[in-house]
């Protein structure tokens, strides 16, 4: 071990102390320097590690460091940066006491981490290994931490049973989540403790985090720099077989991988405005439609990507590539054409800032209120088979062309054009649902308003059928297109990101060419063992689905309810407050309503008067609690509660003998009313 790493990182060893864990202080420190995605955490279960979608506070990290439970958190942040890295030394099951066969990785990695200018930190993780940690001065975008800790590990020589993990482990996307140190209970087996490079544990380890030093952010960066050379001599360059000085069909190539943009022609150049930016997600504007990522092909063949965010200003076109494509060949979109016509183009204009912002700017009238649908947007229902994805899917269609109230709660402010795309089920078993969905419709759609393709062979990221997509909405016109589901639409391989950019392009295309809203239906994964997920992060295949969306509505069967009727509603939106999760109930026309925001069914005075009408009017008050409970599936407790909030509306008598039951019966003026109210309705 080089000495001068020892001297300079590490205190004398003495044994620590188990109860250091109890110090106030230290749950400040590892909240403030464990610091990744501040919106969602992951906590331990019997199963693995579930994601929790909720800022982590300091009680829940205090109550890790106490042992009261086992938190990890996710490096990479929201906007696509991370301010700490993670390499992950682990041995495989059985080997866990062969420790001393990571010393010599320890020991490469660490001695090219200091003559680099990076400052490691070492914890002997919960398991099977070793984390060796760093913590940067100022966030920076993931890619640049994962390449800067790559190359750092890149020519270690690793004998079989032992593998590297680098965190965070992606660019986009939710990640994978990292447990957090000091956990109280491994603490006392002098696991998740901080150890010098000898592996002694240090005596106080609020004294060590207190004097922890982050990495000058600049040397991270010069590292990742430095792999990114080393990549783009061998892997980014041109192709040797591209033909110099011809036009790169950059359009083709952006729709190709999947990057939404919009395109300008100039004098002289073509220039292509990201939605967002290769290297963050971050990087777009309020209304997340980019144009701070900008493409811009010349008429001399010259290729250049500039991004006004400081994170990027020093990207060059090879880097942005190397990003979007890898090491795909750029010869499919060489342009053989010697002349490109510059002719049709439009000026660039220019307004000024006082009159920008007074200038009037008309408010998008989104197809549903709530931020639920905004226009121009892209909408995944998820969840898992036979759960009733497709049920919601069709009642949102219907809302849509008809005007109807979504959930019942969700205003709709008109009806809209729409055309869906039904791959799921045969076509007489779509007619018998929809006659279904119609009987419990007051009014069907207006002609033209709903239109239906029951076709089974068509695939988006074929050219001939995404043609076929593009005439009929060109034809029809339409406010909305919806697909179900999704896997019957395309034929890529769903875990491949590359691939399923390119088929989330293909539905971004549609969005700006046509101004439509997209509607999709997936299945969700089976799970992980090791990590438990909740809401859209269950969406199987690539994360790039999870990336590109506005809205996600997540549908699971709720285990308190064992009829298929209750499911659970979990929404997740990019263009408002997440609302909070909702029981549904589905009646007899197969439509789901909201029950309630909670655990169990909330219901209304009306709900209890209602089923004392349909009793005649009066009954015992326990056959009343249990007739509201078996009508709307809601506990005891549930409808005991409603019936007491009914009492005002009833005339309570007691019968004879001694604690006798009590009887309810409806006032007079309410009964005589709702029953000539039921009178006229049957008329």
Known sequence: MNMAIQTDLARPARPHRADAVSEPALADLVFELFSGRRDAYAIQTEKGFRSVKRPLSLEEVAGHLQGKHRLAVYPLKEDGTASMGCVDLDLVRGREQDIELLHPIVEAVVARAVDEGLFPYLEVSKSRGLHLWFFSTEAIPSLEMRAALALLIKNVSVQPGISIEIFPKSE????????????????K?????FVDFGLEPYSDQVDFLKNIKRTPTEAIRRLARTAAVASKVEDSRPDA????NRMVDLEGYLRFYGVGFRKKVEPHRFVFQLFRCPFSDAHTTGDGLGHSAIIQNRTSGKVTFNC????????????ARLAISGRDSLLRFISTDKEVDMTDHKACEVIDLRHFLTMPIAQPEPLIAGGILPPRALLVIGGLSKVGKSILFLNMAISLSTGRPFLGRFEIPRPRRGIIWQGEISEIS?????RIMMRGVEKPPGPGLLQINNQRDLRIDRDVDFDSIRKVIEKEKPDFVAFDPLSKYHSKEENRSDAMREVIGRFDRLIQEYGVSILLVHHFGKGNAEIQREGAVQLRGSSVLFDAGDTYLSIQRKSVHEDKKFVKLTVELRNAEDPPPFILC???????????????????????IETL?????EALRAELIERVSTNFGVSESTSRRAVDQASPQFLLTRLPGR????????????FSSSSKSLTENET
């Open 241 to 244: 077989n591209e033909p110099p």
């Open 172 to 187: 986009n996307g939710l990640g994978s989540p990292i447990c957090l140190p000091l956990h109280g209970t491994s603490l």
């Open 586 to 608: 589905r009646n007899c026309h197969l439509w789901f309503e909201i029950c309630s925001e909670g655990t169990d069914r909330l219901l209304s005075v009306q709900d209890v």
């Open 308 to 319: 006004k965010h400081a994170h990027c200003a020093d990207k060059t076109w090879q880097e």
């Open 189 to 193: 087996n002098s696991k998740t403790v």
């Open 659 to 670: 604690g006798g039951p009590l009887k309810v019966k409806l006032r007079t003026s309410l």
């Open 430 to 434: 779509l007619q018998e649902r929809l």
């Open 613 to 617: 009408q349909g009793m005649g009017g």
